[in-house]
DNA sequence: CGGGAGCTTGAGGAGGATCAAATCATGTGG
DNA sequence: CCACATGATTTGATCCTCCTCAAGCTCCCG
């Protein structure tokens, strides 16, 4: 988690013209011309798990979009602890603080190998008027999932949280969801990694969840929902 | 806090190019003659405590802006509670997603004596290329503001949150600050209403805190910084 | 004066934290 | 290929915080 950011491979230059989430992401509403505005080059890059976008007070020169895998923000606390306060996934944008700060305030740290373009803010500048509608959008799901955060996962027993935890980290169709380290589970979930743990291992134990390999699981959602809302 | 929105008391049309905050809002870049663009009203409104600015699920036609006052932004769980995810204060914008989104998210509810402007969202949409600037600023405040709950007031003991609320809630050159109901600051801090109540009078024992009227209080900075960082 | 809502306080118990040890997984060097 | 070191996960035992339930209190308003 220190001085990994140099694990970023360099995959090559993006052609967002035929990317094929372009629907998802920023570039959604461009046309074919407008990509001949973008001079400076957005890189394609793929990321293990534990590697860094970007630390807190970094000179925000980026904004990253998620292609795939899934990244934490986590910010540090005045008594040195830290919690991860969001999550981004698939089609999320990571650092649109870039956009209107000079630094940026998280860690993004990767907690499954992900692949993410790397923007200049030069280029979102730039292509302001035409990326205003999807500047928004991806604003407002900034917010609704740092609300999701609290709403969900900060609140009630920690075995409410681990159900709802395991119900947002895939789909409902999705087969099976990759779990992440106890400590993470904890800083997230604002409890320790011995609870998480524990909590896991209990829901194992009671079918409602299977791990068919480490840290892969099929999910029982009747179960899960049942955990998650109960009194 | 049920059907109290027509409390709201009508208190003019607001001229915002004399607005005394206006540096603080949305309209801060623009001049003159762009004001001639606005044809639809912006409403000033103030609003007593527990009134609401709107609720979840209702058509989003107006954002506001808060010029006095303090709001709370709340969601409903799975499991028929609630949890407040967000406050407003001065300068802030209720109501964001009114420009990309159908329907409030929250229900935005006065925890204090306020006043807002309502602005349609037609005249944001208008104004989009001239208010791009501030809009960024607001969503982005919007989601520090959102970070800032989890982080500071989600995370360690009841202590500790206690404690980080009430240096939130004012800043620091402010000699007093006003606290809110017990039931609000449980489901701000993710705790119950009778801790919260335990640990002001704990704080008001032991001198991090002096109530100087009723929910008025003096805080002890030193004190209370002490308490949020204690290991 | 009586009622109600919100706040405070108390006693008891449950859930989660803490500390420590055991187990498991991974990778390294012999 | 095995022995061992390293780090994460699991599990256990104990303690403390906070929740729960319940009663008393204060203040406001009819």
Redesign the interface.
């Known amino acids: 988690m220190r001085d990994n950011e140099i694990e970023a491979a360099w995959h090559g230059l993006a052609s967002c013209e035929q990317c094929s989430i372009r629907d998802l992401v920023l570039f959604a509403d461009l046309k074919g011309d407008d990509f001949g505005i973008i001079h400076l080059p957005i890189e394609d890059l793929w990321l293990p798990v534990g590697a860094a976008l970007y630390q807190p007070g970094q000179a925000a020169g980026h904004v990253f979009t998620v292609r795939e895998g899934l990244f934490k923000?986590e910010?540090y606390?005045?008594?040195g602890?830290h919690?991860i306060?969001?999550l981004l996934g698939q089609g999320d944008v990571a650092g649109?603080?870039a956009?209107?700060?000079d630094s940026y305030?998280?860690a993004a740290v990767a907690l499954a190998p992900a692949k993410v373009c790397r923007i200049p803010r030069d280029v979102v500048a730039r292509l302001?008027?035409k990326l205003?509608?999807q500047?928004?959008?991806k604003?407002?799901e900034?917010?609704?999932r740092?609300?999701e955060?609290?709403?969900?996962l900060?609140?009630?027993s920690a075995r409410?949280r681990v159900a709802r935890l395991f119900l947002l980290l895939a789909p409902e169709s999705a087969r099976h969801c990759r779990l992440f380290g106890r400590d993470d589970i904890g800083a997230l979930l604002?409890i320790t990694p011995e609870t998480a743990s524990r909590v896991v291992a209990e829901f194992k134990r009671g079918g409602s969840v299977t791990e068919i390999a480490p840290n892969i699981f099929e999910r029982n959602l009747g179960a899960l929902?049942g955990i998650?809302?109960?009194?």
């Open positions: 923000l910010q606390l005045p008594d602890n919690r306060v969001s649109l603080e956009i209107v700060a305030e998280h302001t008027p205003h509608r500047l928004m959008k604003w407002h900034a917010v609704q740092s609300h955060c609290t709403r969900e900060s609140t009630g409410q604002g929902d998650a809302a109960e009194g």
